[in-house]
T-cell receptor, first 116, second 111 residues
């Protein structure tokens, strides 16, 4: 299995620009998660989907952040407009079945975002 | 809020020694999981222990869970340089599909 695939791996953008991060979960997985990792706050869950439907977006920091999952094999996390404090590593992860309550989740390699 | 607080935060050991990390949490859990993160990489699942289990082994890894103390430990035996990484505990709460991660525990194994 190819694992969770994220793109881009690295992105440097200027403040105010739109950033779109992409994720392809593991085939057959029905849960998809977006996490953000920073030194200060550690790993934070931003949003998760079950069967392409957003279930909990309480971790999305503000309206500048949005996430979509148009089908079972693709999800995007968009930041518009981006700010320097959005600089972080963004991880996509997926799992199958009962989700984290019963199973492990599999992480992608992350998208390293720097906003200057 | 974050559940799962690892202790100690950083550990430096010689190759061949054992490394032990602890994790505490606050609320009742369904399971507790340990993940490893190598520098610049994503998190990799190591082991999952359910709330009704007390100990679990996987290769050189041994995990214990004490639900009365709301704590878990991860033991890496006969450490290798390749074990150098950050280790995270994560808790899954009943009825909640959120997996809450601790801040991580950096382990450096000196060859």
């Amino acid at each position: 299995d190819a694992g969770v695939i994220q793109s881009p791996r690295h992105e440097v953008t200027e403040m105010g620009q739109e950033v779109t991060l992409r994720c392809k979960p593991i085939s057959g997985h029905d849960y998809l998660f977006w996490y953000r990792q920073t030194m200060m706050r550690g790993l934070e869950l931003l949003i998760y989907f079950n069967n392409n439907v957003p279930i909990d977006d309480s971790g999305m920091p503000e309206d500048r952040f949005s996430a979509k999952m148009p089908n079972a094999s693709f999800s995007t996390l968009k930041i518009q407009p981006s700010e320097p404090r959005d600089s972080a590593v963004y991880f996509c992860a997926s799992s199958f079945g009962r989700g984290p309550s019963g199973n492990t989740i599999y992480f992608g390699e992350g998208s390293w975002l720097t906003v200057v | 809020s974050q559940q799962g607080e690892e202790d100690p935060q950083a550990l430096s050991i010689q190759e061949g020694e054992n490394a032990t990390m602890n994790c505490s949490y606050k609320t009742s859990i369904n399971n507790l999981q340990w993940y490893r993160q190598n520098s610049g990489r994503g998190l990799v699942h190591l082991i999952l222990i359910r709330s009704n289990e007390r100990e679990k082994h996987s290769g050189r890894l041994r995990v214990t869970l004490d639900t009365s103390k709301k704590s878990s430990s991860l033991l890496i035996t006969a450490s290798r340089a390749a074990d150098t990484a950050s280790y995270f505990c994560a808790t899954a709460i009943y009825g909640n599909n959120r997996l809450a991660f601790g801040k991580g525990n950096q382990v450096v194994v000196i060859p």
